[in-house]
């Protein structure tokens, strides 16, 4: 009996054999680093942003207090100040975060293109060692997941908590004052 060929018209399960185009990996590499520069310096203006908006914030308070205003309409004017500080902080830290997690699966990128470039094996392209150290490879999973960007919505949570406490006092010296 003679052998018969076994032949599926069902598509393979498996990815088909596409050569690597080292020409689209660099270009691919640039645009995730460049997205990754992009994220990060956008949490420091976002910070920075709302460094601005403190004393910006705490300024018009203060010449409110130092003007004839009735203590009722300083006080409604200083929570409403005390809320869109904490609505600006929500939005501030929420983008935050959004940013930091495309910023992680970027980095997943730029870790996969490293390891198809051998640049965590010794002798890849130096003779003695590799280029990149191993704190950096993928499986350590610590590239792009650092805690700066906990601490950047920590600042803007604790400048928030200052300025609701300055102007709550001012709110409060106020009535006693006037």
């Known amino acids: 009996m003679a052998a018969t060929k076994n032949?599926?018209?069902?598509?393979s399960k498996t990815a088909p054999a596409i050569p690597v185009d080292d020409r689209f990996l660099q270009d691919h590499f640039r645009d995730v680093r460049?997205?990754?520069?992009?994220?990060?310096?956008l949490e420091f203006r976002l910070m920075q942003f709302m460094l601005i908006f403190y004393p910006i914030i705490g300024a018009a308070m203060i010449a409110l207090y130092d003007?004839?205003?009735?203590?009722p309409v300083?006080?409604?004017?200083?929570?409403g100040a005390i809320f869109l500080s904490i609505?600006?902080?929500?939005?501030?830290?929420k983008r935050i975060?959004?940013?930091?997690?495309?910023?992680?699966?970027l980095a997943e990128q730029v870790q996969l293109i490293w390891t198809y470039y051998r640049l965590f094996e010794t002798g890849a392209y130096l003779k003695d060692r590799a280029i990149l150290p191993e704190k950096l490879r993928p499986d350590r999973n610590e590239y792009g997941k650092g805690e700066g960007y906990k601490r950047t919505k920590e600042l803007i949570r604790v400048t928030t908590g200052s300025i609701i406490s300055v102007l709550v006092v001012l709110a409060i010296a106020k009535f006693?004052?006037?």
């Open 7 to 11: 032949t599926s018209r069902r598509p």
């Open 34 to 41: 460049a997205e990754m520069t992009w994220r990060r310096e």
């Open 67 to 71: 003007s004839e205003i009735a203590p």
């Open 74 to 79: 300083f006080l409604a004017v200083a929570i």
């Open 87 to 93: 609505y600006a902080t929500r939005v501030v830290t």
């Open 97 to 105: 975060d959004r940013e930091h997690e495309a910023y992680a699966e």
């Open 176 to 178: 006693f004052v006037s």
